[in-house]
């Protein structure tokens, strides 16, 4: 495994890509300590400030492309593993690919709990023929920056370990125990020693999504309904006000 650090990138994902094109091994990692054009899905902003842990992590696995959607369900299930069981956080998996915190906040005198975002995962892919040439997958996790004090984050829908904990914790620490923890993951699939069904039905119990009233947004438009289930593929289907299901396999996910 080779671990690429930098103070300043313009993205992970950017530096990853020029290094997968030019034959950087598996399992290769570009770490930032500040990120100056990071982006989340749908090509938005993903501010990306000292403190925080930016990264993306250069995977060739072997699997064909219609599979590779698995590696998105163990990156964002090993993240929850380890937030839940290293640092004891109450966290859940939000389809396709952010991880929420159950945050306690004090609304006129009263106590509230939200579901607020403390990381979000970003990958790309590009083939060689019918195989997977590499993926990258890009992950920026709300460590040691004090989101509650800043001005550049909607305070309501995000928040940080730093905020939850009410203290710092090794950054690198972290990121050694998901990527440990990742690798697992991508062995067994790799493998076959876990199938697509288990992969699935494993993050759907760590899920807030299924049942929630959803909007999602896509290239081309947005959808709304309740989400009902997460399929094999890893499409999101819902259903809408008038009892229509559709499958979604790709979008930007909000609960309303």
């Keep these: 495994m080779q671990i690429h650090f930098f103070s300043t990138l313009s993205s992970t994902m950017d530096k990853a890509r020029e290094l997968a094109r030019n ?12 990120q100056v054009k990071g982006r989340g899905r749908l090509n938005r902003v993903w501010l990306s400030d000292k403190g925080g842990l930016w990264f993306t992590v250069i995977l ?10 698995q590696v998105n369900f163990c990156a964002s299930l090993s993240i929850a593993k380890i937030l839940k069981g290293k640092y004891g956080l109450d966290v859940s998996v939000k389809w396709p690919n952010d991880i929420l915190i159950r945050d306690k906040e004090l609304v006129n ?8 975002k403390i990381a979000g995962l970003l990958s790309e892919m590009e083939t060689s023929g019918d195989k997977v040439a590499f993926i990258n997958i890009g992950i920026g996790i709300n460590v040691n920056n004090d989101v509650n004090n800043s001005t ?13 904990l009410n203290k710092d914790i090794s950054k690198m ?36 999504t299924i049942g929630k009233k959803v909007r999602i947004e896509t290239f081309d438009g947005f959808y709304e309904g309740i989400a009902i289930d997460v399929e094999q593929t890893g499409a999101l289907l819902i259903r809408d006000d008038f009892g229509t299901e559709k499958s979604i396999i790709y979008g930007d996910c909000f609960y309303k």
Excluded at 109 to 116: D, G, P, Q, V, Y
Aim: hydrophobic share 45%.
């Design 109 to 116: 005198s009263n106590e509230i709990f939200t579901n607020k």
């Design 23 to 34: 034959n950087a091994p598996h399992f290769s990692v570009v770490v930032a300590e500040e």
């Design 173 to 208: 620490d972290l990121l050694s125990s998901f990527l440990d923890e990742f690798e697992k993951q991508i062995v067994a699939i790799e493998s076959e020693s876990i199938s697509c069904i288990a992969l699935i039905e494993e993050w759907k119990q760590m899920t807030s």
């Design 60 to 69: 060739r696995p072997i699997l064909p492309p219609n599979l590779a959607f």
């Design 152 to 164: 550049k984050i909607e305070r309501l829908k995000a928040t940080s370990i730093r905020n939850i």
